[in-house]
């Protein structure tokens, strides 16, 4: 069965960095987009990364560019969302997820569990 499992998520305080993993498996990784995506409460669900099969391209939300690094290892199933000068506004729950392509709305199911972010004052 698909799964994907996200970790690495807790409490920061503003302006510090977390990185977040995405173990995948029942599917060959290496032949799906991987994209990062972010809820907080009241807010929709918005793709903040995404990076392609052999890390060729990868593409962010405005929002974090230049802040946020998406990276991959196929030979671990695994993708990563380095974090760095977080702020407030990033705290949501972030899922990981297949993806057709590097923009936004292409991604297969299923979600995984997603991992808890929140960025303190």
């Not at 069965?1 to 305080?13: A, D, H, K, R, T």
């Not at 960095?17 to 032949?31: D, R």
Request: aromatic share 12%; net charge positive; with cysteine.
């Amino acid at each position: 069965q698909v799964q994907l499992v996200e970790s690495g998520g807790g409490v920061v305080p503003a302006g510090g960095s977390m990185t977040l993993s995405c173990v995948g498996s029942g599917f060959i990784f290496h032949n799906y987009v991987i994209s990062w995506y972010r809820q907080a409460p009241g807010k929709e669900r918005e793709m903040v990364a995404a990076i392609t099969s052999w890390s060729s391209n990868s593409s962010y939300a405005d929002s974090v560019r230049g802040r946020f690094t998406i990276s991959r290892d196929n030979e671990k199933n695994t993708a990563y969302l380095q974090m760095d000068r977080l702020k407030v506004e990033d705290t949501g729950r972030y899922s990981c997820i297949r993806s057709a392509s590097i923009w936004p709305g292409s991604f297969f199911g299923p979600w995984g569990p997603g991992t808890q972010v929140t960025v303190s004052s």
